[in-house]
């Protein structure tokens, strides 16, 4: 199985979001119970600002990074392939409702830490 991260852009309807918000954790919790999800939480605050390597000034994140400003979320499952764990998320209540506006499926190598 490999780790998958999953970044969630989240539309503007704050509040429909509440609303599902129940729905969509009861179905994350049958992702977690089954294994297939090891994480998920929404991003707090704005993203900070990032230090270069070489400790030059501050700079924002990038602007080709989507979603950079917007609410959403980050989810780690475990999967065979990205096709199955899109097949898992197509079930999310906020998918289903059309409240995620932008989802992104990257692989994952954790090599240390509780997954590594």
């Not at 991260?5 to 599902?20: M, P």
């Not at 197509?90 to 499926?105: H, I, K, M, Q, S």
């Amino acid at each position: 199985m490999t780790t998958y991260c999953v970044h969630y852009v989240y539309d503007d309807r704050a509040g429909l979001r509440d609303e599902l918000r129940p729905r969509h954790r009861q179905y994350l919790r049958t992702l977690l119970d089954a294994g297939d999800l090891l994480a998920s939480g929404p991003w707090v605050g704005a993203a900070e600002p990032t230090t270069r390597r070489d400790d030059g000034p501050e700079t924002a994140p990038p602007a080709a990074a989507p979603g950079a400003e917007a609410p959403g979320a980050l989810l780690v499952l475990r999967a065979a392939d990205t096709a199955a764990v899109a097949a898992l998320l197509d079930a999310d209540p906020f998918w289903v409702e059309g409240l995620v506006a932008a989802r992104t499926v990257r692989a994952w190598d954790p090599v240390l830490g509780p997954w590594g």
